[in-house]
C-alpha cells in the first residue's frame, strides 16, 4: 500500500512571496490533515478533511493561509504572502475515517524556508 | 488546554542499552496515546497507540505503558541499536468537543554503536 505523498519536499522562498503544497492520501481515506512543524515542537494542525469538506480550520492563519481538497483525494496547502515566521515542515496526514480512535498516517513533509 | 511535555528533549545511550522515554500530559480525559518516530527529513511514523482502556502496547522491542490517572505514558526500547536513533513524539487525543492530537515536542535519541 502506497503512503502519503508530498510535493515538493523542500522549498525556499523569499518574504511576501507566494508558495503551494501538494498532498496525496492513501487511497481510500477519507480524512485528510495539514500540520504545520516548526522546529524543536511537535506538529500542530491546520486544518482537517473529510472527503472535500473542512472539519477543523480553527487554527489555520486565514489571512495568508488557504487549503482546499476539491475531488475529496489530493490536496493543496497555499501560503500567500509567506513570512519568516512561516518556516517549517507542512506535514499532510491521512486517515481511512475521521474516528477518534483511527491512527493517523503521515507523509515525508515539505521543509519551507522563507527568507 | 491540553499540554503534553517530554523529557529529556536529547538522550544518548550506547548500544544494546534500554531506552525509557517520558510523556506526560495535563488533562487526563483522553481517549488514546499514540507513540511517533520521526527521522530527519521525514514523516512521523506511527510506531503504537493505547486506546485509554488499555495499560500497555508492545510491538516488538517496543513497549509504551499509560497511566491516565497521573498523566503519563512510558516507551520503552530494549536493547537497543543505531537504527533506533531518531526523534519520538507522543500525542494524546483529549476527551472533549476539541479532539485534535496535542503533540508533545519529542526526545531526540542517539544510539552510539
Known amino acids: 500500500e502506497a503512503g502519503v505523498a508530498q510535493s515538493p519536499r523542500y522549498k525556499i522562498i523569499e518574504k511576501r512571496q507566494s508558495v503551494a503544497f501538494w498532498c496525496n492520501p492513501i487511497?481510500?481515506?477519507?480524512?485528510l490533515y495539514w500540520y504545520q512543524q516548526i522546529l524543536g515542537q511537535g506538529p500542530k494542525l491546520l486544518i482537517q478533511?473529510?472527503?472535500?469538506?473542512?472539519?477543523?480550520d480553527s487554527q489555520l492563519p486565514k489571512d495568508r493561509f488557504s487549503a482546499e481538497r476539491l475531488k475529496g483525494v489530493d490536496s493543496t496547502l497555499k501560503i500567500q504572502p509567506a513570512k519568516l515566521e512561516d518556516s517549517a515542515v507542512y506535514l499532510c496526514a491521512s486517515s481511512s475515517t475521521s474516528g477518534i480512535r483511527t491512527p493517523q498516517y503521515f507523509g515525508p513533509g515539505t521543509r519551507l524556508t522563507v527568507l | 488546554k491540553q499540554e503534553v511535555t517530554q523529557i529529556p528533549a536529547a538522550l544518548s545511550v550506547p548500544e544494546g542499552e534500554n531506552l525509557v522515554l517520558n510523556c506526560s500530559f495535563t488533562?487526563?480525559?483522553?481517549?488514546?496515546l499514540q507513540w511517533f518516530r520521526q527521522d530527519p527529513g521525514k514523516g512521523l511514523t506511527s510506531l503504537l497507540l493505547i486506546q485509554s482502556s488499555q495499560r500497555e502496547q508492545t510491538s516488538g522491542r517496543l513497549n509504551a505503558s499509560l497511566d491516565k490517572s497521573s498523566g503519563r505514558s512510558t516507551l520503552y526500547i530494549a536493547a537497543s541499536q543505531p537504527g533506533d536513533s531518531a526523534t519520538y513524539l507522543c500525542a494524546v487525543r483529549p476527551r472533549s468537543n476539541d479532539y485534535k492530537l496535542s503533540f508533545g515536542a519529542g526526545t531526540t535519541v542517539t544510539v552510539r554503536a
Open positions: 478533511f473529510q472527503n472535500n469538506g473542512v472539519v477543523d
Open positions: 487511497s481510500g481515506h477519507a480524512t
Open positions: 488533562d487526563s480525559a483522553i481517549y488514546n
